[in-house]
Every structure is written in structure tokens, then in C-alpha cells.
């Protein structure tokens, strides 16, 4: 039985806060949310949403990575955006990344997130043990 293990992706700025990248524990994975960081340019901020969704996701693959998952293992996913009007577009990136897995979803539409981002991503994962 796997116990519960803290981590940080490497290949990701570590997080800011108090809080880990993600937390496994008895075969799930629980992804903190993640913002469309560009790793190992700090300085540099994708522009459109397209861009801003396609840099959350691969963020979120490289921590689902990290945990010995994937995300084919994903079983459910908030996307927390800063304009209901950004929806159409990420959603087109969203399924362009899940292809055929269809995880559950919410989507929350909030007022701004932090360092002016207009999209977030957590899940949750099944991991291989």
C-alpha cells in the first residue's frame, strides 16, 4: 500500500504557496490547481486562451507524470476560467487533449486568478500502483 506522498513535478516551478503540486495516497492522485506557467521561462506568459489552455493541460501532464499517472487515468476535472466567453475555445483545446476519455468536469467561471491568468486546472487521477 502506497502512503501519502507530497510531490512536486520536476520541470515545474515549485509552488509559491504552502501547498504541493499534488498529493497521491491509496492509488489517487490530487492535482492542485494548475496555472499555464511556461517552465523554465518564468518571464514569459502565454497570450491567447488557446495558448493559456494548451500550457495548463501540458502542466497538468507533466504532473500527472510525476505521480505515475496519466491523463487517461483522469476521473475528474475543474477548469476555473476568468470569462464564461473564453468556454468555446477552451473547450476545443480541452478535447483536443482528452481525446476519446471524457472525465467528469465542472467548469467555474470566476471574477480574475492569480498573476492575471485566464484559466486554472485540478484534477483527480487514478494512479498505477
Known amino acids: 500500500m502506497r502512503m501519502l506522498e507530497s510531490l512536486n513535478a520536476p520541470g515545474l516551478p515549485a509552488p509559491a504557496g504552502h501547498y504541493s503540486h499534488a498529493i497521491v495516497h491509496h492509488g489517487m492522485a490530487y492535482l ?6 511556461v517552465p523554465g521561462d518564468p518571464g514569459r506568459k502565454p497570450g491567447t486562451i488557446e495558448e493559456q489552455a494548451r500550457q495548463v493541460l501540458a502542466n ?3 504532473v ?3 505521480c505515475g499517472s496519466r491523463r487517461d487515468r483522469v ?8 470569462d464564461i466567453a473564453h ?5 476545443k483545446v480541452y478535447a483536443e487533449f482528452f481525446g476519446g476519455h471524457r ?3 465542472s467548469v467555474v467561471p470566476v471574477n480574475e486568478l492569480h498573476h492575471g491568468y485566464a484559466i486554472e486546472v485540478e484534477v483527480t487521477a ?3 500502483e
Open 32 to 37: 492542485a490547481g494548475q496555472l499555464p506557467h
Open 103 to 105: 472525465p467528469a468536469r
Open 87 to 91: 468556454w468555446p475555445a477552451v473547450n
Open 64 to 66: 500527472l507524470a510525476a
Open 126 to 128: 487514478a494512479v498505477d
Open 75 to 82: 476521473l475528474r476535472c475543474t477548469v476555473y476560467v476568468s
Open 60 to 62: 497538468v501532464d507533466q
